[in-house]
Nanobody, 127 residues
Framework: QVQLGESGGGLVQAGGSLRVSCAAS????????MGWFRQAPGKERDFVAA????????LYVDSVKGRFTISRDNDKNTVYLQMNSLKPEDTAVYYC????????????????????WGQGTQVTVSS
C-alpha cells in the first residue's frame, strides 16, 4: 500500500511561481499513474493535472494549461507540480493521488479512479 505526502505549499504573490511535491512510500511508484487535484474554499475538489507511470503522457485542466507543469522522478518516488503565473483563483488545498488504472484522459481526470491520496498542502495566491 502506497502512502503519499505533499509539501511545498505556501503564500505567493499573483504572477509568482511555486512548486509543490508529493513523495510516495510503501509501494511500487513506477507502476502508478499520478494526479494533482485541488479544492478551493467553498468549492468541490477538481482535477488539475496527471502524469502516467512512464512520465511521457500528461494531462491538464484547461485553466492551468501553459502555466502548470506536472513531472515525476521515479528514482526519488516523487511527483511535482510546477506552478507559474499564479492567479488568486489558484488558491486551494492541493492534493496528490495515485492509481493503477488505464492511461486514458477520462480515467486520469476522474477523482473516483484514484485509490490513494495525500493529506494536501495549502497554496495561497495574494492579489
Amino acid at each position: 500500500q502506497v502512502q503519499l505526502g505533499e509539501s511545498g505549499g505556501g503564500l505567493v504573490q499573483a504572477g509568482g511561481s511555486l512548486r509543490v511535491s508529493c513523495a510516495a512510500s510503501g509501494g511500487t511508484f513506477r507502476s502508478y499513474n499520478m494526479g494533482w487535484f485541488r479544492q478551493a474554499p467553498g468549492k468541490e475538489r477538481d482535477f488539475v493535472a496527471a502524469i502516467d507511470w512512464s512520465g511521457v503522457y500528461t494531462l491538464y485542466v484547461d485553466s492551468v494549461k501553459g502555466r502548470f507543469t506536472i513531472s515525476r522522478d521515479n528514482d526519488k518516488n516523487t511527483v511535482y507540480l510546477q506552478m507559474n503565473s499564479l492567479k488568486p483563483e489558484d488558491t486551494a488545498v492541493y492534493y496528490c493521488a495515485a492509481q493503477r488504472g488505464a492511461i486514458t484522459s477520462a480515467a486520469l481526470r476522474t477523482e473516483a479512479k484514484y485509490a490513494y491520496w495525500g493529506q494536501g498542502t495549502q497554496v495561497t495566491v495574494s492579489s
